[in-house]
């Protein structure tokens, strides 16, 4: 390809061109595989520009091709994926990617290449993509949705493609705290952070790019009687320097939260991948709280829309003059300026004098006047006042504009007159500056409108915020000085700054024109576009369009047509289509409002957001002290709450299916032991200790004797049930609550919570003691003869340790707590013995057993177990929304005790209603048939939908001790049912019945556990 | 994210190493007398809240620190938190003054209860 580079030669330009590079020094990199050179310390942006390329990518919707049109961040088409494989990034913006050697990017959006896109059909087809396309297009036959629009809409729209592999690189973050923030290093942010610096105040100061120093080096006016941009090299290296600043580059901040949070992403090693090596990590996100937030983030050019405005060569002038500036490039050989400001101007004799041509400069202001029109004059530019870009021509497909149309323009409508054409292949545009007003506004920051700029300024903000400088709308250099010497000094709290600002001198700037949008000439068509939101193709005909069809909300306007609401946040396009809606509207923009602005400013790397949280440590897990005992005997996992608990132990090729009905059938048959660790255990101890169990159980627990239990239910004050267990009364006043292993910490803060804030007479001390006892099920009808057998002084008899009742002793050589409790319907002890003898215990069980066959089981088995019993579990049973008497347990629930938490509130007609669900069992007319985990079911299979919802199943399980299926329900007055069949409409058509039963499977009368 | 100090214990710590309890000073029915309590007063006491935009009284729990309950007084536009004080204890005068109307006559309604 020949492409003709736009690299400015030096000859001539007085090294006032090419700041930033180092013309002696090549860096090799490729685009789209093939290779290039650019020279150190260009972008990746100036380095396509010094190849001769334009075209960077294809846009979004109409797949048109598209050039840089922006500087930094706010660019919002030369979006490029940087680096390859695993360890590929999209939607970088090239503007801000830094040349190394062997940087690999590539273009987006563009099939098969970006100079051949085949989806550019859409855009000769634009008349089927209006504003609300998707809305409007895809909406039936529904069946149609997820086989054919929506893989084809995945595959035609979004931006870039994800890397193809997990993130080699490493991320990090810090938290840190400051007296000032400053957010920006522009001329404004350095003076504000010397200011602040000087009263001795800590100060962090930030800025997104390489350089500080803003556009100082290109916006003219004098510090001390130098160019700005040698004040702000200056300072930004004295500030380095001093000891209480900390000077950060390459650092955007991304969010501004309450009580001055603040989040600043920086981008560590992004622009030199090698320092990684030395264990630099690629992003850090900081969390920083500010005393004090001095905003400086400065202003952005915004684009005046005009016919096809989005070809590759249209560009802002400021980003062609800092083009120019910092890294020698041109985005054209011959140039028109269009503007409504004197600003532009500068651009215009710029160019020049670097050598380029400018061949008109358009300006829509009838008598533009002042030094720079002047200068603009003397150097023999040629200047169209009042007139405006009415069309622009270009060749290869719209990828070479060959002339801008230039027509007479007034803000009363078109006046009459010729069309001129003027040949050019670039356009520097400028209409006008917007406030990045971004993060005053991330938390609650309002704005108002400012008719000199004719764009949105901060009002002053709630929190310890404020904005200065032209982010605040003080564009003249004196004032912005001043403003940001006093927000320094304010913040630090000292004055004793202001002697060492520099004076400052500029050009005076004539008031600018707004204007929102020049119309075309000749006849609209397709290819006659506005565009006011590159990256969503977003066009003024479609904001028209959405206020034709009512959507008159600004907010219902930016969702219709994603207006601003792509990756660039409508840096560029928002304020424009705000424009447009007033021009279309006839309503002045203030009324129109604007759209909320969110964080975060730029995108960031999930990377960052991550940090060092990711494999091992993404969450920390708790273990009980048999963990690796269950590791090695190959259990399989299941998390409960934090813990991971053993669900079953597979032997040999067996599944886990038929693991879990052999453990099952091992303790119906034999004896099992269960690791039941994990339950929570909380010592209750006090002269209340008694009190406060009757206060927050539906039943009795101060009559408990010592060394007796009790099964107790827990209800939230709205009376639905959140916690169950056993408690048993150690001595006097002294209990121990078990409560569900997922609920420990709950139970434990709900207990406190009373105690601190509402029962704050009662003396009773609550202490979590979960992680200090391993505990042990052992269960079936060998689990006395195993017990038995073990070395210590506990009487495990029928009648020297009746079913809820417990001993403590010593058994093997370890101090015991041995409860006679059964979860599993089987004769059932549970031993506890302090952690650190708990595998070793576990180790002992298992030797006694072995004669009696015995066999871990996890907490499948167990389920199960509990299933075939109807004894309810936590979360299954219950969701939230569930009582003890939906759950039959009235039994549980006093009605002698005069309080407890629940208790009247049961009593509301919403709980005591008789129409109320109610737990049942369930068993299939197919006994192999298992019903889904949370079926409906219905009064009757409909055709038409919805059909009458009655129920739901809690837990279903396969029975392997009554080799069927079996099912728990909550069914609506379910109890009053039994025998009746039930319908459950499950997937694909198919139905279940099943009939109503009692939820007790197995052992009603509970010989078993009692022998 | 807000800065809170628990003033039990004395430690600065960021919102998540604490936990709001709502809202502050709601009377539980059954504690003064559990017989005679209407559905309505059970359900205001359960289920209605304030929702004042201005200065609003929450319970909160120094949750990675000393583990206790106290009052806050915080602002739910600006998020200023002005003041704490005990769990067990009613806003100091200087707060209740700056709070919402809907507070005043929370108080008021209590102070009228008593003394009848």
Known sequence: MSNKPYRVPTAGTGGTVGRLIDRSQTVDFTWNGQKYSGYAGDTLASALFANGIRVVGRSFKYHRPRGVIGLGSNEPNALVGVGT????????????????????????????????????????????FPAGFYY?????????????????????????????????????????????????????????????????????????????????????????GEAQSKWTAETAQRLAGSGNVHVMSRTTVVGHFHHNYVMMFERVADHDPRIMNEGAPRHRLWKVRAKRVIIASGAIERPIPFANNDRPGVMLSTAVRAHLARYGVAPGYRGVIFTNNDDAYRTATDLLAAGVPVARIIDVRPEPAGPLVDAAKAAGLEISAGSAICGLMAKSGGKHITAVKVAPYSTTGRVPGAEEQVNCDFVAVSGGWNPVVHLHCHNGGKLDFNDKIQSFVPRKHEDPVVTIGSANG?????????????????????????????????????????????????KYNEGNKHFIDFQND??????????????????????????????????????????????????????????????????????????????????????????????????????????????????????????????????????????????????????????????????????????????????????????????VCLGKDHYLMHTTSGGAERVVQWLEEWLQTEWTDMKVFVTAVTEQWSQFAVAGPKARALLEKLEGDVDF???????????????????????????????????????????????????????????????????????????????????????????????????????????????????????????????????NEVLPDGAYAVSSVTEKLPMDMIGQVTSTYWSPTLNRSIAMALIKKGRAKMGEKVTFPVAEGKVIRAEIVDPVFYDKEGAKQNV | MLVITCPVCGVEGEEADFHCGGEAHITRPATENPEGISDEAQRDYIYMRKNPKGVHFERWRCDRGCGKWFHACRDTVSMEILGYYGITQKPPATLLKKADPLWQAHFEAQLKKAKS
């Open chain 1, 797 to 927: 008899s029928a009648d020297g340790l009746a079913f809820m009742s417990m001993s403590e002793g010593m058994l093997e050589g370890t101090r015991a707590r041995v409860f006679r409790i059964s979860f599993s319907g089987e004769l059932s002890y549970e031993i506890a013995v302090p952690a650190n003898a708990g595998r070793v215990f576990w180790e002992k069980l298992l030797e006694a057993g072995e004669e009696f066959g015995v066999e871990p089981y996890g907490t499948e088995a167990l389920h199960v177990l509990r299933a075939e019993k109807g004894f309810i579990a936590i979360g299954d049973e219950t969701d939230g929304t569930v009582t003890p008497l939906d759950l039959g347990m009235n039994w549980a629930v006093s009605k002698k005790k005069a309080d407890y938490l629940g208790k009247r509130a049961l009593e509301l007609p919403h709980l005591a209603d008789e129409n109320r669900k109610e737990l049942v069992g369930l068993l299939t007319e197919d006994p």
């Open chain 1, 85 to 128: 494989g695993s360890r590929m990034e999209p939607n970088i913006r090239a503007t801000q990617v830094e040349l190394f050697p062997g940087l690999a990017a590539t273009a987006q959006n563009a099939w098969p290449s970006v100079e051949y896109d085949i989806g550019q059909i859409n855009s000769l087809a634009s008349r089927l």
């Open chain 1, 136 to 224: 409007k297009t895809f909406m039936w036959p529904q069946a149609f949705w997820k086989s054919v629009y929506e893989p084809i809409i995945r595959r035609a729209a979004g931006l870039g493609v994800a890397p193809d592999g997990p993130d080699p690189d490493t991320y990090e973050q810090f938290n840190c705290h400051c007296d000032v923030l400053v957010v920006g290093g522009g001329v404004a942010g350095l003076a504000a952070a010397e200011a602040a610096s000087a009263g001795g105040a800590r100060v962090i100061i930030a800025d997104e790019n390489p350089q500080f120093g803003g556009i100082s080096d290109i916006a003219g006016g004098t510090l001390d």
């Open chain 1, 538 to 727: 977003v066009t003024a005909a479609d904001l028209e369009l959405a206020q034709r069809e009512g959507y008159e909300s600004v907010e219902h306007t930016k969702r219709y047509t994603t207006l601003g609401m792509a990756t660039d946040q409508g840096k560029t396009s928002n304020i424009i289509g705000l424009g447009v809606l007033s021009g279309s509207t006839g309503k002045p923009i203030p009324e129109i409002g604007t759209t909320t602005f969110r964080p975060p400013y730029t995108p960031f790397s999930f990377g960052a957001i991550a940090g060092t949280q990711v494999g091992k440590l993404f969450h920390v897990v708790r273990r009980t002290a048999q963990f690796d005992w269950h590791k090695e005997a190959g259990a399989t996992w299941e998390p409960i709450g934090d813990w991971r608990r053993a669900y079953c132990y597979p032997k040999g090729d067996e599944d886990k299916h038929a693991a879990i009905n052999r453990e099952i059938l091992t303790v119906r048959g034999k004896v099992g032991i269960l690791d039941a660790s994990t339950l929570g255990k909380i010592e209750i101890k006090g002269p209340d200790a008694g009190a406060l169990l009757d206060r927050v159980y539906t039943n009795t627990f101060s009559t408990l004797k010592p060394g007796r239990g009790r099964y107790g239910l827990m209800m939230n004050e709205m009376g639905f049930l959140f916690d169950d267990g056993v408690t």
């Open chain 1, 474 to 522: 003080t564009f003249d250099l004196a004032a912005l000085m001043d403003e940001a010497y006093a927000a320094g000094e304010a913040a630090a709290g000292t004055r004793a700054a202001k002697a060492k600002a520099p004076k400052a001198t500029s050009e005076p700037e004539g008031a600018l024109e707004p204007l929102w949008y020049a119309p075309a000439t000749g």
